[in-house]
């Protein structure tokens, strides 16, 4: 019995031991350590964290103290599963406690593939970095202040980066959709890069920030830039769709309709047209120049509607005596001789006009702002070799956001901050599905977004802010666009305009930054009155 028992517990012990052996061995190999690891790191990449400081700012002579929250916010897909990190930062006044009372505004650039850095430290958040604008900005150190034109004392700012922009990234994903390690030739951005991907991502950050914050029965905006509008566009009608009714929404430099610039047509020439006047009318290229620039660009938005837009209709068909007359025309109001006008057949495309217009003085213009001048190699070229006004800020921006994000709200990297995505703008997925249908086209047309928004909430507003000197998203498209909205006319009220004399970016003029604050007061004031 004895020897019974002793065989069977050393069987036991035997046994015991292999099975322990074999669960050791299992766990020391690199299969299983992988396992384990990516498991970590996949909590890891879906975790939200935030860093709160608090600080102050002087607007209107009075002092607002306020909490800067720089973080991330998990959004997750269809299935509940984690689907991407957004980067923010949100500027809050007050202790939370009447925070419904309170308007948010989420503003947001462009690109398509453009982090928020642009708006962050140049327009409206409690601080900006000074430039030189319209000259070309020293390197560093650089210029942090205390920003007097901030519209933090009429609503909250949450500043937000598009997904592969920022410390913002999707989360790599298994076939099935389960949160998964990156594939080395994988970028898990490239999903939510497309119009349509792209304002889902958005509005999906949106409803988890007012859930997360509490914020569902606060005044909401959207504050786009550029590229930023036509997100704003599709955001507003996604918005409503999920119970989600603004208060306002402001168009800053808007493009909402990338089908009227495909090659081929005459719109691009007749929208430009007025810009292209301020801008010469601005560099002193106007024979007997008006004393002031808005009846003046308002007689060549009639020229550009009418006889010009009728001559480029006619073609090949217009005559040598019509041709004479509309480059005589044309050139008084854009500064380019009769000659050269005559010889690209009417038909001034944004980048021969920026090395034209100065080149007896070697020097060309900026694409975002034709305010900024530039120097090329070779005088004679066709086309400027860059554009003067994205260099002369750019190294500004950049190295001020990167510094400010960890230095004064103690958000720890040990990567840069990414301007851009790099590549997005060239994989982007152009395609949209209009409103009315689920039909998809293969450029964004916005306006029916726009309009369907205003039309299901009567109450939303929206301002359309331009820039006089802009020939990246010209103010005579936007206004063209806006005018396509179909909306009945006890809604038009809703739907206002604004012009500064500045370029893409109206805050980098300080003295437009200013008009425009004075504006968006009014605004905020309109759109939040019931």
């Excluded at 006044?93 to 708006?119: H, I, M, Q």
């Excluded at 007689?299 to 005589?328: H, M, T, W």
Aim: proline content about 6%.
């Amino acid at each position: 019995m004895r020897r019974s028992l002793s065989c069977a517990l050393s069987i036991l012990l035997v046994t015991s031991g292999m099975a322990m052996a074999v669960e050791h061995d299992e766990a020391e190999k690199p299969e299983a350590k992988s396992a384990a690891a990516k498991d970590k790191e996949k909590a890891k990449a879906a975790e939200e964290k935030s860093v709160v400081t608090s600080h102050s700012v002087s607007i209107n002579g009075r002092n607002y103290a306020y909490k800067a929250t720089a973080g991330t916010l998990t959004i997750r897909d269809d299935k509940d599963a984690p689907d991407a990190s957004v980067f923010y930062v949100a500027y809050t006044v007050g202790d939370g406690k009447d925070s419904e009372k309170r308007p948010v505004t989420f503003f947001y650039n462009g690109g398509p593939g453009s982090a928020s850095l642009w708006l962050h430290m140049g327009s409206f958040g409690p601080v900006r970095v000074a430039t030189s604008s319209p000259e070309a900005t020293a390197p560093a150190p650089y210029q942090v202040t205390g920003n007097a034109d901030s519209l933090l004392d009429k609503s909250d700012l949450v500043f937000v980066d598009a997904i592969g922009t920022g410390y913002s990234h999707g989360l790599p994903k298994d076939k099935d959709g389960k949160p998964a390690e990156k594939d080395k030739d994988d970028n898990p951005n490239k999903r939510f890069w497309g119009t349509d991907q792209d304002i889902d991502a958005f509005g999906r950050f949106i409803v988890r920030y007012i859930t997360v914050n509490q914020r569902w029965n606060s005044p909401k905006f959207l504050f786009g830039e550029s590229y930023g509008t036509p997100r704003s566009a599709g955001l507003a009608r996604y918005l409503e769709s999920h119970g989600v009714a603004l208060n306002g929404v402001v168009l800053l430099s808007s493009i909402l309709n990338y089908a009227s610039r495909m090659p081929g047509l005459d719109n691009d020439y007749v929208n430009l047209l007025p810009t292209f006047a301020a801008i010469a009318w601005y560099h002193n290229k106007v024979p007997n120049k008006p004393a002031s620039l808005e009846p003046f660009v308002d007689e060549v938005r009639g020229f550009a509607r009418g006889e010009y837009s009728v001559a480029l209709a006619k073609g090949q068909d217009l005559s040598p005596a019509e041709r004479d007359a509309i480059a005589q025309k044309l050139s008084r109001y854009i500064g380019l001789s009769p000659q050269y006008l005559k010889d690209a057949n009417l038909r001034v495309s944004q980048p021969r006009f920026r090395k034209e217009l100065l080149r007896d003085q070697r020097r060309t213009l900026g694409r975002f702002d034709g305010r900024f001048e530039g120097i090329d190699a070779d005088a004679a070229g066709e086309s400027p070799e860059f554009d003067p006004s994205s260099t002369a800020i750019s190294g500004a921006f950049f190295s001020a956001i990167n510094d400010y994000l960890t230095r004064e709200l103690k958000y720890p990297s040990d990567v840069p901050y990414r301007m851009n995505a790099g590549a997005a703008i060239g994989e982007w997925d152009w395609r949209h599905a209009i409103s009315g249908s689920t039909r998809k086209v293969q450029l964004p047309a916005m306006v029916g977004d726009l309009s369907e928004a205003m039309r299901t909430n009567p109450h939303l507003k929206v301002l359309s802010a331009n820039g006089w000197y802009d020939l990246a998203t010209p103010f005579f498209a936007t206004e063209y666009d806006l005018a396509h909205l179909d909306i009945d006319p006890s809604l038009r009220k809703n739907l206002s305009f604004s012009y500064y004399p500045s370029g893409h970016m109206v805050y980098l003029n300080l003295d437009a930054l200013k008009q425009m604050k004075s504006d968006l007061v009014k605004f905020y004031d309109s759109a939040l009155s019931k």
